[in-house]
């Protein structure tokens, strides 16, 4: 856990949007539990912590792919991950946290379905990744990602985060799940 802490710092550090990540003491009815990662939410606090204009976060609805998961579990246990989730990627819907606050306002629901349309884009070829990303933004997360050998979040689709930057119109990665496992 203190990796992700070093992580998520030095992407702050080269301005690629990074969620907080504290460690806490956690005492309850007197109990001490110990010390216990705190880490920040997909949320408005996120983009504005990292001095960006509240836009959308959007991911990949990964339910395709834990259906796939559950099922190969259950034909064949032995295989696990051999082959689960190839065709999810191509097929998961695209979403963002808090989809209702974005669909509630006509502005809100442009930025959505720009951010939504640059990732589709991307993901069936129309769009080459300078124009659906921030691409020095995007070489900074892969540079460090690559230097701390951080690729859970980065090389595993389900766990990539993109910030919509409603002033650029582009994509901007989100440093989450910095390990090497």
């Known amino acids: 856990y203190l990796w992700e802490r070093v992580y998520q710092d030095a992407m702050r550090r080269e301005d690629v949007t990074a969620l907080r990540y504290e460690f806490v003491n956690v005492t309850i009815n007197g109990k001490d539990l110990g010390v216990y990662a705190l880490e920040e939410a997909f949320e408005t606090r996120l983009i504005e912590n990292n001095r960006r204009k509240d836009g959308p976060i959007i991911r990949f609805n990964e339910d395709i792919l834990w259906g796939e998961l559950a099922r190969q579990v259950s034909v064949a246990p032995s295989d ?50 300078a124009e659906a990303f921030d691409a020095p933004q995007l070489a900074r997360f892969f540079a460090l990602t ?31 799940d910095g390990y090497n496992r």
């Not at 979403?95 to 669909?103: H, I, L, P, T």
């Not at 690559?146 to 440093?175: C, K, Q, T, V």
């Open 80 to 129: 696990r991950g051999a082959v689960a989730g190839a065709g999810s990627y191509q097929s998961s819907d695209l979403d963002a946290f808090g989809s209702s606050k974005w669909m509630a306002t006509p502005g809100g629901r442009n930025q959505f379905l720009s951010a939504i349309t640059l990732l589709e884009g991307f993901r069936t070829g129309r769009f080459r990744v």
């Open 146 to 176: 690559d230097l701390m050998r951080a690729w859970h979040g980065a090389g595993n689709w389900p766990n990539a985060r993109f910030y919509y930057n409603p002033i650029s119109n582009r994509l901007e990665p989100i440093a989450f």
